[in-house]
């Protein structure tokens, strides 16, 4: 510590001694010397005395002190205080241009928003134009350019590149350096502690774009964050929605719901716990007029999710026990009824549901075989060892006619709900024996057309298709290589069906187009068309031809989707459902029963 002068201790404190001047001490000699107090500078006894060198300008001496002083108090004041609004995060210039963020912006709306309606597009506009001086709005910006950039995997003109200083690239390898960006930045300040809404939609964008990258433990990490923040928030209380801005307060209940929702098929793909309930009301389709058919796909989708509460999790974690073959059986109803057959909805809506829906039905019956409770003479079909084919039917028949691009929106979480499927259908084939009519779509059609479709699909061709026809390869060797038919090729657009795919009424959607001259203003003055879908009945017809397996994929081992927990990874495909239709599995209601 240092000392201050006394009467028998009697030196210069540090700035007179750098100024060679005398020390005038006032009292007892705790309080700042005369020269420090009329000079406006700390009196301090910090300096270890030495020998007098050649004097100097006091003046100069003055100045040098005091600005030595003022950036020590700048330091500590930047380490104690740092604000989100000072901006001494220091963002990184030439990464993107106003034209890739409207872009950007743009394809969100277009295609994305009626699935994740949780930004308005006028508050879009004002967090532009905060980036440069508020860390959180350009983190928003920044984390919403990467996730469109690595989901859907936009393409951006050459033009876009021009007057910054990263090279023209792919909006992929973009994407993730946006993403890289995003999260060094946030490291400059503590948004933990004081988190906005902002705060939890770049959480919830940074999940989505690890999602894709296939960086699970990272994607659940900031996941978790999002929900967490919303708790911080106290947005799972109803009381935090009373507030003056009705736009603010519908786009935090969607936001609620869609973190809801998301971390729901999350928990079933990777086996986590959740965190959020249904404790709020949902989201009503009088809160916007302009937004109703949106809303009302939206409304479907939290619905489908909500009835896999903790108990199903806990169930499907092992964490809990005491399910019930009417407990599933009551579940699978739930699922089959769940949807309209005609959906007010837009297409990228329609595929979400068609699929998620076909997805949960065969989740629920990987739950039913695990815990022994299927019967190949069950009245209900969806406790039957053969109700995956029924699920592979309505997938394809839905799926017919969607674009690829309503699709793709989706990224690679539907690729992976279609990988699943084709994986448990895989599996039935071949334990199940299967009577097939000549000239009918079977098990065998469906399962070639879901292959097709996830070869077509952007990310599924490089690493499911592989997956998925390794795994047909060594569950049935010679099904795919011998095909029953030889008919031309039938692409699955022209799946035929009795009926339309939607009817002739064609309802406006909200969803803005990227022609729109304002892409941050008010709505736009003209929407694109959204379509009342439902279900189709395949029509009798020559099916598909085959399509070819690789013998070069070298894949020894293809884990089952239901499978994930077992100890012994290299169980051949198919194997754990065979041992449990022959009789070997352990559950007091399982029973198999030879068709042949």
């Not at 302009?290 to 939206?298: A, D, Q």
């Not at 592979?392 to 690829?404: E, I, K, P, R």
């Not at 010679?478 to 038919?485: A, D, V």
């Not at 892409?519 to 598909?544: N, Q, T, W």
Request: proline share 6%.
């Amino acid at each position: 510590m240092p000392e201050s002068p006394t009467a028998s201790n009697k030196r210069a404190c540090d700035a007179c001694h750098r100024r060679k001047v005398k020390c005038i001490c006032i009292g007892d000699g705790t309080r700042p010397c005369k020269n420090c107090t009329s000079a406006g500078l700390a009196c301090t006894y910090n300096t270890v005395p030495q020998k007098k060198g050649p004097k100097g300008s006091r003046a100069k001496v003055i100045s040098e002190l005091r600005e030595k002083q003022r950036q020590s108090q700048l330091v500590v004041a930047h380490l104690h205080n740092l604000q989100p609004q000072s901006a001494p995060y220091l963002p990184r210039k030439g990464l993107v241009s106003i034209d890739m963020i409207t872009i950007c912006v743009e394809y969100f709306f277009r295609h994305l928003f009626s699935t994740q309606p949780i930004l308005q597009r006028t508050k879009v506009g004002e967090t532009i134009g905060r980036m440069e001086t508020d860390v959180e709005a350009y983190c928003l910006v920044m984390s919403l350019c990467a996730y469109m950039m690595i989901q859907p995997n936009l393409a951006l003109p050459a033009s876009a590149f021009d007057g910054l200083e990263v090279a023209p690239q792919s909006s992929f390898q973009l994407g993730q350096l946006l993403l890289q960006e995003t999260v060094r930045v946030r490291k400059c300040y503590d948004y933990v502690e004081n988190p906005t809404i902002w705060t939890v939609i770049t959480s919830f964008f940074i999940f989505g774009s690890n999602f894709c990258l296939d960086r699970h433990n990272t994607a659940w990490f900031h996941l978790r964050e999002a929900t967490t923040l919303v708790q911080v928030l106290g947005m799972h209380e109803e009381s935090a929605y009373h507030m003056a801005d009705l736009i603010e307060s519908s786009r935090r209940r969607r936001l609620y719901w869609l973190l809801f929702v998301t971390e729901r098929a999350y928990a079933l793909q990777k086996r986590r716990p959740l965190t959020l309930y249904a404790t709020i009301n949902l989201p009503t389709l009088e809160e916007d007029p302009s937004e109703t058919v949106e809303l009302n796909g939206f409304l479907h989708l939290v619905n489908l999710f909500r009835p896999f509460d903790d108990t199903f999790v806990g169930i499907w974690n092992k964490a809990k026990t005491g399910c019930t073959t009417q407990y599933l059986a009551q579940l699978q109803q739930q699922l089959s009824d769940a949807l309209p057959v005609y959906l007010n909805s837009t297409e990228s809506q329609a595929v979400d549901l068609r699929c998620s829906q076909q997805w949960l039905r065969t989740m629920v019956w990987q739950l039913s075989i695990s815990h022994g409770f299927l019967s190949s003479a069950a009245a209900d079909n969806a406790m039957s060892f053969k109700f995956p084919i029924e699920v592979a039917h309505d997938l394809v028949a839905s799926t017919g006619h969607f674009s690829q691009q309503a699709m793709e929106v989706h990224g690679i979480g539907l690729i992976e709900k279609l990988f699943d499927v084709a994986c448990t259908l895989t599996d039935v084939m071949s334990c199940v024996p299967l009577d097939h009519a000549p000239f009918e779509f079977g098990p065998q059609d469906y399962l070639h057309q879901l292959t097709n479709l996830i070869s077509t699909l952007r990310g599924g061709q490089q690493r499911y298709t592989p997956l998925l026809l390794a795994k047909i390869s060594l569950s049935m060797p010679s099904t795919l290589l011998t095909p029953s038919y030889s008919f031309p090729a039938m692409s699955l657009a022209s799946l035929p069906a009795e009926d339309l795919l939607y009817d002739g009424s064609q309802e406006q959607s909200s969803g803005p187009e990227s022609r729109d001259s304002t892409p941050f203003g008010s709505p736009p003055l003209s929407a694109p068309a959204s379509f009342g879908y439902r279900d189709m009945e395949i029509v009798r017809s020559p099916p598909p031809p085959s399509v070819l397996v690789s013998a070069g994929f070298g894949l020894a081992e293809c884990s089952l989707p239901f499978a994930a927990d077992l100890a012994v990874a290299t169980t051949a495909p198919g194997q754990y459902f065979q041992d449990a239709a022959m009789g070997r599995f352990s559950g007091a209601g399982l029973k198999y029963e030879s068709d042949g």
